[in-house]
């Protein structure tokens, strides 16, 4: 399939990124964070999450963090809700946009939210309902597309059956995890064939852990396979709580450089977005996980 001209970035730091770090992170911080990114051009952000603050502690200030940020129009803000407690709470918090999470492994799916796969897709059909009635988007998730940590190999059959059934539930894009960031290009191209044959690839993102060094590569895979919509995190923030060793998503700022590179427009401005990362990753007290903005800084 020929490249797209035009790419959507959904940037998942202050969550995904963030959801992980055990020093506590202010709400100041995390609403700069967020500022920091709709300025540099991200027109989708995922704030936060309202879940158990016992399961993920980080994101316990999710709603006081949507209070804070500075709303731009053509900006989406949106947050995960595993169940219809976190969707209430997101809708109390104006949230426009809520994601719910699934897996495609059953062990995962325990160690995430305490259910089987079945359960939780029964769990989402009263937020899809509630969802509809105040007029709030959903997207989905499925975890562990291209290998579990506690089950290993995952059939690309049974990714493409929970993506599936999150489409007709309502869910308007599927985001397809690589959890573990064990995928490698060709077993990504199939993975989006499969899936691609049960819900139409307009309907499908990638989201990429750059944990084996192989995030890049997967995501140049699924642009040759007709994928135009990619998760990434500033900085390359990021792993999840329930996949040990996992590390972050793959870095915005090295996206953005790859997908100027290949002449794909992203409505991002790279210097801002380093800037972004740069801030963030001084809060946290480390060096930023983006190989550009290393780079850039070391000029
Ligand atoms: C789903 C639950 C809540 C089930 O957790 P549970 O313990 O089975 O829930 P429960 O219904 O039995 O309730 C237990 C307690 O939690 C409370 N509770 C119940 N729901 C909520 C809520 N929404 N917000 C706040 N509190 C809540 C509830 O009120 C109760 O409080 P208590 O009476 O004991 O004081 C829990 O397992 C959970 O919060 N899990 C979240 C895990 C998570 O956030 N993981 C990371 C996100 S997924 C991810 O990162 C992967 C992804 C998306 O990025 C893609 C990829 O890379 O794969």
Redo the contacts with the bound molecule.
């Keep these: 399939m020929p490249l797209p001209a035009k790419v959507r970035l959904v940037e998942v730091g202050p969550r995904?990124g963030l959801?992980n770090e055990a020093q506590p992170i202010s709400v100041a911080d995390k609403v700069r964070l967020v500022d920091d990114l709709t300025d540099a051009g991200l027109s989708y952000v995922e704030v936060g999450?309202?879940?158990?603050?016992?399961?993920?502690p980080q994101m316990a200030g999710s709603a006081e963090v949507f209070a804070g940020i500075r709303q731009q129009p053509g900006v989406t803000y949106a947050a995960?809700a595993?169940?219809m407690?976190?969707f209430e709470?997101a809708l109390a918090a104006r949230v426009k946009e809520v994601a719910v999470?699934a897996a495609a492994s059953e062990a995962f799916s325990q160690r995430?939210?305490?259910c089987s796969i079945s359960e939780s897709l029964q769990r989402f059909v009263p937020i899809m309902e509630a969802a509809r009635q105040h007029g709030v988007r959903v997207r989905g998730?499925v975890?562990?597309v291209l290998g579990c940590p506690y089950e290993g190999e995952v059939d690309a059959a049974q990714v493409a059956a929970v993506a599936r059934e999150l489409y007709e539930m309502g869910c308007y894009e599927v985001s397809l995890?690589d959890?573990i960031g064990t995928g490698t290009p060709g077993a990504t191209r199939h993975l989006f064939n499969v899936v691609g044959a049960q819900v139409p690839r307009p309907h499908l993102a990638g989201?990429f852990?750059d944990t084996y060094g192989q995030a890049l590569a997967n995501v140049y895979a699924s642009l040759l396979e007709g994928i135009n919509v990619f998760d990434s995190s500033v900085a390359g923030l990021g792993g999840?709580?329930?996949a040990k060793g996992a590390s972050g998503n793959v870095a915005s700022e090295d996206m953005v450089y790859m997908l100027q590179g290949l002449g794909i427009d992203t409505g991002i401005d790279l210097e801002r977005l380093i800037a972004a990362g740069q801030r963030i990753s001084a809060v946290l007290g480390r060096a930023t996980g983006s190989r550009v903005a290393r780079a850039r800084n070391a000029c």
């Excluded at 999450?49 to 993920?56: A, C, G, R």
Aim: glycine share 6%.
């Design positions: 995904d959801q999450s309202f879940v158990s603050p016992k399961w993920v995960l595993p169940n407690r976190g709470d999470f995430n939210i305490n998730y975890s562990c995890g959890t989201h852990h999840c709580p329930y």
